[in-house]
């Protein structure tokens, strides 16, 4: 179990999953780069929930544009309400944010830097990006890079239901880039200024609120725990009536235990019909639903499941990562899921030479049909099982001069290192059998 996260950070860079962004150029704060594998890494959990979200019967994607009418943010309360409360110390010129500051219980009074109780008032400070739509840089062309994906499903509500044909209740999900200009930073890819969302929403009549909340919290948990996360690293927080945002009636909080402690990673908010209401307001037009069968014309209750998916990625990062005494020897491994691991099988022949490298390059071809395969032909079989347990492949494949006679090979397995020796010819079957559970 992780205590800090630099060893994941440190792992993450020097085995390809995610470097600081703009690193050559000194970095730009809270800008992260994904690599191959980090990349590969991150589409499969996008896949698994785009699976989980959208095939069935009742939900469908949406893919709508980053940048949006700047009415949408007026709309949304974001133009007004999303800042941050940012408070100077006068005598170290220190920068900090109120409620940030308090998350980690500092005393807001003094200035966690210096200490010194010589501070301005708070100030409330935008989050959103602003950039221009056009070649004319004035007030009319002020277009936000959007801080949350949500806003784009609302604005499609009747698009998607017209087109669709959908009956509530219905879901719409979107997975997209989301931008914030965060103040407070570290904690690695906890928290970015440009990251990824996973949003959902679900538009139901207003009196199933509940029982649709009660349903949506239980599939986002089993999401979570079907992925690989241990139940005991999640656990639920409600928001008081001081904590919930302004276009929510219920917000819970499915909150991961990170080194740094408990934090939110996935949120559940009944938004009642706060958002389809204000782009009625703002657009002139009607956001209501027809229930032909009820005769009954209402504005739609909205529950929605956000999650951050860097976020994701660093709690799955952080839980699989395991380290071991092997003979004196520290070893570390990500036990990721196998569907989730970037490399599923890495194939090793034990020596360069021609005809383990033309045996290799056969089971290669042939196994890549169906899984994500790395060939790995150089240095010492030590260090290249060193190098897969540190990437997360869950099985090695070692090709020696026994293969060429025997028509078999070393499977390695990651987590518990067990070695066995299989016929060429079952490795299909062997690696089906074993995704399959
Ligand atoms: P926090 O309090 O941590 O800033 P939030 O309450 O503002 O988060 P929401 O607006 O509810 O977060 O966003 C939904 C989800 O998006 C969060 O649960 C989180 O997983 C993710 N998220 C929000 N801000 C960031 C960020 N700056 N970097 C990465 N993920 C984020």
């Given at each position: 179990m992780l205590n800090n996260l630099n060893p994941l950070v440190s792992l993450c860079k020097r085995r390809g999953y995610i470097f600081p962004g703009s690193e050559i150029y000194g970095g730009l704060g809270a800008c992260w780069d994904y690599g191959p594998l980090g990349a590969q890494f991150k589409i499969n959990v996008k896949e698994h929930w785009w699976k989980a979200m959208?095939?069935?019967?009742d939900v469908v994607g949406l893919d709508s544009a980053i940048?949006?009418?700047t009415n949408v943010w007026k709309a949304s309360g974001h133009v007004d309400g999303f800042s941050d409360p940012l408070v100077d110390c006068?005598?170290?010129?220190f920068r900090f944010c109120l409620d940030k500051e308090k998350e980690t219980k500092k005393?807001?009074?003094?200035?966690?830097?210096?200490?010194?109780?010589n501070l301005t008032k708070p100030r409330d400070f935008n989050l959103m990006f602003k950039t221009h739509a056009g070649s004319v840089e004035e007030e009319a062309s002020l277009v936000y890079l959007r801080p949350e994906t949500a806003q784009g499903i609302y604005v499609n509500f009747l698009n998607v239901q017209s087109s669709m044909r959908k009956k509530i209740p219905f879901g719409v999900a979107q997975i997209g880039k989301a931008f914030r200009n965060e103040?407070?930073?570290?904690n690695f890819i906890f928290r970015c200024r440009e990251f990824e969302q996973m949003e959902m929403q679900y538009f139901i009549h207003p009196k199933q609120a509940d029982q649709h909340f009660e349903y949506w919290l239980q599939e986002r948990k089993k999401f979570l725990t079907d992925l690989?996360?241990?139940?005991?690293s999640l656990r639920i927080h409600e928001h008081d009536k001081e904590e919930l945002?302004?276009?929510?009636r219920k917000a819970v909080d499915l909150e991961f235990l990170f080194p740094m402690g408990w934090k939110e990673l996935e949120g559940i908010h009944h938004r009642g019909d706060f958002d389809l209401k204000q782009h009625q307001k703002l657009s002139g037009k009607k956001l209501s639903y027809f229930d032909v069968e009820k005769q009954d014309t209402y504005v739609p209750w909205v529950i929605e499941t956000s999650i951050g998916l860097d976020r994701l990625i660093l709690s799955l990062l952080c839980s699989a990562y395991k380290e071991e005494k092997v003979k004196n020897e520290q070893r570390i491994f990500l036990a990721l899921h196998p569907q989730l691991a970037p490399i599923q099988v890495a194939v090793l022949p034990l020596s360069k030479k021609d005809q383990l490298n033309t045996l290799a390059n056969k089971i290669s071809t042939f196994l890549r049909k169906k899984w994500r395969i790395e060939q790995d032909e150089t240095g010492s079989i030590g260090k290249r099982y060193r190098r897969q347990d540190e990437i997360g492949t869950p099985f090695c494949v070692t090709i020696d001069f026994d293969s060429l006679e025997d028509k078999k090979v070393t499977v390695r397995h990651r987590d518990t290192m067990k070695q066995e020796r299989l016929d060429i010819e079952l490795l299909e079957r062997y690696f089906t059998d074993q995704y399959i559970n």
């Open positions: 959208t095939h069935r019967q940048l949006m009418h006068k005598d170290c010129r005393d807001p009074g003094s200035c966690p830097q210096c200490g010194s109780k103040i407070t930073l570290g690989g996360l241990p139940e005991k945002a302004h276009y929510a």
